[in-house]
């Protein structure tokens, strides 16, 4: 196993770092006065504007592999993801790197008919408008995909859909314009053969945007929300992504490197934590010597250092698996990094919120914002229980014989 980085990732990360401090870090105020100031899921000014600077150096669609994007690998790609952790509220939209639209371009990539690819993809890719993947039920336990009941049928020679989905990211920005919708098609195949997905135009009639659902009280308005929808619609069947009753398969194609993704980020999201932890300890002197004196936050700043730096490796060879024998034979890993990378997150964030006192939990630091995303991401793409349960069979498979 290789983690060196070459010169193709120390040049952009260095492009990336003074990008977060000569234009993000300083931008964060802005960002929140103008989200004040506008509507409630409009985008602020001052992204587009971090946008027109990203794309000046070079720091734009490195997610993606091949032509269409950087040509970077997902270990390529891990230290600069890891960098626009740091504010995860901008740095990965102003990069054009944000969920769910970095796995939504890769669908529609690989997956969408060259008509349905070339009307959607290079919007997307521009930055020009944003989309939203619907997977998600309120009405079934979603994470068990097997559970999900929107169906899917044959209508007039395209399909219907009719269902009702939630927690489909970003669906309230007036910039959303299409969703990728998973379904069910044939309920009586294969678990693994039942499930389409197909590209739905938000302006399609029988479309009906509810509600956003918060996370912790926070809207993520400046993200599009977490939306409920409706759908009860017909499209034309060059909408289908893939083929028929294949619509699993092309969501563990998704989830792998989105996965991987939230994690390089989470790394960075709890570096920020423990730079403001440390910076503050020295500061604050409770009972005539400072924090960073105490006894017990020299036992949290050793068991942060040590979490952060066992999950970054973990990380690392998670991407290096993911290049080299694909998805598949990461499946283990990517499960790990799934379940380890929010948890040191929230423990490290919860410990500078409490090195904070009061103001840890204030609208004054980051601190409870990032807590809020990184608890959120034991849930989304999969809870903990559920990467724990596979990455445990994967493990005793191992041990059975035939």
Avoid at 72 to 77: A, C, E, R
Avoid at 123 to 141: C, D, F, H, N, Q
Avoid at 302 to 314: C, D, F, G, S, V
Avoid at 392 to 402: D, G, I, P
Wanted: contains cysteine; aromatic residues 8%.
């Amino acid at each position: 196993m290789e983690f060196a980085y070459d010169s193709t990732v120390t040049d952009l990360e260095s492009t990336a770092q003074e990008f977060l401090v000569d234009h993000v870090l300083p931008a964060e105020p802005i960002y929140a006065a103008q989200r004040r100031e506008i509507g409630a899921w409009d985008t602020p000014e001052v992204i587009e504007e971090l946008k027109l600077e990203a794309r000046r150096r070079g720091l734009w669609n490195l997610f993606l592999p091949g032509d269409r994007g950087a040509g970077l690998t997902n270990l390529q790609y891990a230290p600069i993801a890891e960098i626009s952790g740091r504010s995860p509220w901008i740095m990965p939209e102003a990069m054009n790197c944000s969920a769910p639209d970095t796995g939504n371009m890769e669908i529609l990539h690989h997956f969408a008919t060259p008509e349905v690819r070339e009307q959607w993809l290079p919007a997307l890719l521009e930055g020009k408008i944003r989309s939203v993947y619907s997977m998600t039920e309120p009405a079934v336990a979603s994470s068990d995909a097997n559970n999900i009941s929107t169906r899917i049928t044959e209508e007039n020679g395209g399909f219907r859909i009719k269902g009702r989905k939630w927690w489909s990211s970003g669906a309230m920005s007036p910039s959303c314009k299409v969703a990728i919708v998973m379904g069910l098609s044939d309920p009586d195949a294969d678990k693994h053969r039942r499930h389409s997905m197909i590209v739905v135009p938000l302006d399609t009639p029988g479309v009906n945007i509810i509600r956003s659902t918060s996370v912790f009280g926070y809207t993520d308005g400046g993200h599009g929300g977490h939306a409920e929808i409706e759908y009860d619609v017909w499209v034309p069947r060059d909408h289908l992504l893939g083929e028929l009753h294949g619509g699993f398969a092309i969501a563990q194609a998704r989830l792998g490197p989105g996965r991987i993704h939230h994690a390089m980020r989470l790394i960075g999201m709890a570096e920020r934590a423990y730079d403001l932890m440390c910076e503050r300890a020295l500061v604050r002197f409770p009972f005539g010597k400072s924090i960073a004196e105490q006894g017990v936050f020299q036992d949290w700043i050793a068991e942060a250092r040590i979490k952060i730096e066992m999950n970054r490796l973990l990380v690392l060879k998670t991407a290096w698996l993911m290049d080299t024998v694909g998805n598949r034979g990461a499946a283990v890993e990517i499960s790990a990094i799934k379940v380890s990378t929010p948890e040191m997150a929230t423990w490290v964030i919860d410990r500078a919120i409490e090195t904070f006192g009061g103001a840890g939990v204030s609208q004054d630091t980051p601190l409870a914002e990032l807590y809020s995303t990184a608890r959120m991401l034991h849930i989304a793409d999969g809870p903990d229980e559920v990467h724990k349960m596979a990455l445990a069979r994967r493990e005793l498979r191992r041990y059975k014989t035939s």
